[in-house]
Structures are given as C-alpha cells and as structure tokens.
T-cell receptor
C-alpha cells in the first residue's frame, strides 16, 4: 500500500543556507501535518494544511514557510538555517483528522 | 500550561518480561490520548483512547486511560526484542487537529 513519501531522506546543509523538504501524502488524503523532532526530543507540531489551505500553526519559526500544492503534496521551506534546525522532520497525512494520520519516514536534516 | 509527562524515560528488560509505561497529562480541553511506537523512523500508531476505563488491546499490547487521575498506561506482555523502540504518547485537544507529544519512553528488550 502507498505510504507517505518524504524527500530527501537525508540532507546536509551549511548554516545560513536554504533547504526545501517535500512530502507526498497518501493518495486521497487531503491533510498534511509537519513535525520537527530534535535529537532526543519529542516531535513538535509545526504546521498543517487541509485542502491546500493552512489549517493550523504550531511552533514554526518565521524563517520557515510551507505550502500545499494542487496535487496535495507539501513543501517545507527553511531559510537562514541554524545549527539548532538539525532534526528529523516528519510529514503525516490523513483524510479524517490527525488521529488517523500516517507518518512518513522523515527527512533527517543536518546543519553544519 | 498543558503538558504530558512519560515515565520512565528509559527501561531495559529481558525478553519475556512484562512492562508498563506511564503517560500523565495536565491538559485543558483534553479530547483523546494516543500511543505511538517509534523505531528508527516514523511513529506508528498503536492506540487511541478517548473514554476512561475501557481497555484497548492488540496482541501483547494493551492500554487504558484514567480521565479522573489523568494518566494512561501501555502494557506489553511477554516482551520481544522487536518491541525495542521509543514509545510516545500524545494528546489531542477538543476542536484541534494536531498532536502534542510527550518525550517518550525508550524501551530496550535484551535477549
């Protein structure tokens, strides 16, 4: 069965660079959620989209932006990267609320 | 301020042991509590608990919610090495559609 696809799986960037993470939800899922999980930390909610509109916003820094496109895939854009942005970034998708969401394998971002 | 606390932070047991993981919460407008298993990658859903006192069971795993004492437990019986993972609990608020996670319990099952 198709799952949530995230790309890239691993990304290494230097400080002050820009990164774009992509998330392809399960077909027919209309909601995408982004979470950030720092080393040894719990996942923190960043932002979510429903039907291509932002639906909820969590602890997303101003340096980050995200959107959901017409094909329902979502991109998380991160600018002026800082060392503290190094984390595992999860995307989840659902078609019935977050309690029914499936998580992708994550993108591990390392900022050096 | 809403919070969720998991205990213990880390646990090492032998195969065949039974473990109980705890998740305590102080949440305004609580709706449900969810348990996830996270191995090296994505969290995978285990249980969602909304009503107090009703045990949910899946194989060797079971979980229950106590809305009076504000906690949930996750039990794993006859543990196997494949149960080694971080177990996360998360809550969801009434009217909201995102998850707030605890810091997790790292379970290591040794042969």
């Amino acid at each position: 069965a198709a799952g949530v696809i995230q790309s890239p799986r691993h990304l290494i960037k230097e400080k002050r660079e820009t990164a774009t993470l992509k998330c392809y939800p399960i077909p027919r899922h209309d909601t995408v959620y982004w979470y950030q999980q720092g080393p040894g930390q719990d996942p923190q909610f960043l932002i979510s989209f429903y039907e291509k509109m932002q639906s909820d916003k969590g602890s997303i820094p101003d340096r980050f932006s995200a959107q959901q496109f017409s094909d329902y895939h979502s991109e998380l854009n991160m600018s002026s990267l800082e060392l503290g942005d190094s984390a595992l970034y999860f995307c989840a998708s659902s078609n019935g609320g977050v309690t029914e969401a499936f998580f992708g394998q994550g993108t591990r971002l390392t900022v050096v | 301020e809403d919070k969720v606390v998991q205990s213990p932070l880390s646990l090492v047991v032998h195969e065949g042991d039974t473990v109980t993981l705890n998740c305590s919460y102080e949440v305004t407008n609580f709706r449900s509590l969810l348990w996830y298993k996270q191995e090296k990658k994505a969290p995978t859903f285990l249980f969602m608990l909304t009503s107090s006192g009703i045990e949910k069971k899946s194989g060797r795993l079971s979980s229950i919610l106590d809305k009076k004492e504000l906690f949930s437990i996750l039990n794993i019986t006859a543990t196997q090495t494949g149960d080694s993972a971080v177990y996360l609990c998360a809550y969801i608020l009434t009217g909201a559609n995102n998850l707030f996670f605890g810091t997790g319990t790292r379970l290591t099952v040794i042969p």
